[in-house]
Nanobody, 122 residues
Framework: QVQLVESGGGLVQAGGSLRLSCAAS????????MGWFRQAPGKERELVAA???????YYADSVKGRFTTSRDNVKNTVYLQMNSLKPEDTAVYSC????????????????WGQGTQVTVSS
């Protein structure tokens, strides 16, 4: 059974940092791109970062320069380092596996994790 489990969320002051982890089990995803998404209350889910199997990355404009995604294929884990956090970054962050097609098309993602809450206070 494929499972993605996010961790590392919490409460942080504006300007602070958090590092999220997404651990996969059930199969290896070293040949797949992985995406990080977030959803704030009352807002649509958005893709914030993605990392290809080759290590190439994508970032949404809203997080570019502040967030960095990486992966450890041995541990079957992807990470999201979030720096200079802002109150508008408050959301539930989740990860998913990209199975093909456009990297920015949410319909091309499977095996969603439960998510981890990130709250940034002003």
């Amino acid at each position: 059974q494929v499972q993605l489990v996010e961790s590392g969320g919490g409460l942080v002051q504006a300007g602070g940092s958090l590092r999220l982890s997404c651990a996969a089990s059930g199969r290896t995803f070293s040949n797949y791109a992985m995406g990080w998404f977030r959803q704030a209350p009352g807002k649509e889910r958005e893709l914030v970062a993605a990392i290809r199997w080759s290590g190439g990355t994508y970032y949404a404009d809203s997080v570019k320069g502040r967030f960095t995604t990486s992966r450890d294929n041995v541990k079957n884990t992807v990470y999201l380092q979030m720096n200079s956090l802002k109150p508008e970054d408050t959301a539930v962050y989740s990860c998913a596996v990209h199975v093909g097609g456009s990297l920015t098309d949410q319909r091309q993602y499977r095996y969603w994790g439960q998510g981890t809450q990130v709250t940034v206070s002003s």
